[in-house]
T-cell receptor
């Protein structure tokens, strides 16, 4: 079955620590890749996206993600997290059609 | 703010009843998708409408149906409600079929 896997359901970090959230998907071929974030009490919003080109994409608030086609991965990174990064993060994959598949999400808690 | 609004924000229904959830998309967005998000899970794709026609469907039974109107509003209808239908229902509009989605705040449906 087609799936998107996020390796960690809960992550706790101290401020200034580095962050890497894993995302793997199970499709071959061309994909559009997304990371969405949901801050407490807010809508889901786009953090960054990859459609084509440079596999290292930069998003808002200092986040970046790297698409590694051979590993079917699209991991999210940030060199130094802040308390305000506390949120739930969702990886999502679209194969160019109507259906976007979301991972189960990773809850990040950053200790001040 | 994403420009996507949903109503109502919360709803309680009895098993067997019918419910209609509403969404107002961003102006100019021809595509609207609906998702079901159960507690602790990522959004699950229900279906997508493009220019008022159903464009694709996920693994949901026919008692989940929808409509999209020319004024960028849309509806999700669920008949014969079951307890397992209790979830957060998200509406997301997009400029095109497979691009990033702009989410509403969701409708929390509880079936008792």
């Amino acid at each position: 079955a087609q799936s998107v896997s996020q390796h960690n359901h809960h992550v706790i970090l101290s401020e200034a620590a580095s962050l890497e959230l894993g995302c793997n998907y199970s499709y071959g071929g061309t994909v559009n890749l997304f990371w969405y974030v949901q801050y407490p009490g807010q809508h889901l919003q786009l953090l960054l996206k990859y459609f084509s080109g440079d596999p290292l994409v930069k998003g808002i608030k200092g986040f970046e993600a790297e698409f590694i086609k051979s590993k079917f991965s699209f991991n999210l990174r940030k060199p130094s997290v802040q308390w305000s990064d506390t949120a739930e993060y969702f990886c999502a994959v679209n194969r160019g059609g109507f259906k976007t598949i979301f991972g189960a999400g990773t809850r990040l808690f950053v200790k001040a | 703010e994403t420009g996507v609004t949903q109503s109502p924000t919360h709803l309680i229904k009895t098993r067997g009843q019918q419910v209609t959830l509403r969404c107002s998309s961003q102006s100019g967005h021809n595509t609207v998708s609906w998702y079901q998000q159960a507690l602790g899970q990522g959004p699950q794709f229900i279906f997508q409408y493009y220019r008022e026609e159903e464009n694709g469907r996920g693994n949901f039974p026919p008692r989940f149906s929808g409509l999209q109107f020319p004024n960028y509003s849309s509806e999700l209808n669920v008949n014969a409600l079951e307890l397992d239908d209790s979830a957060l229902y998200l509406c997301a509009s997009s400029p095109e079929v497979n691009t990033e989605a702009f989410f509403g705040q969701g409708t929390r449906l509880t079936v008792v």
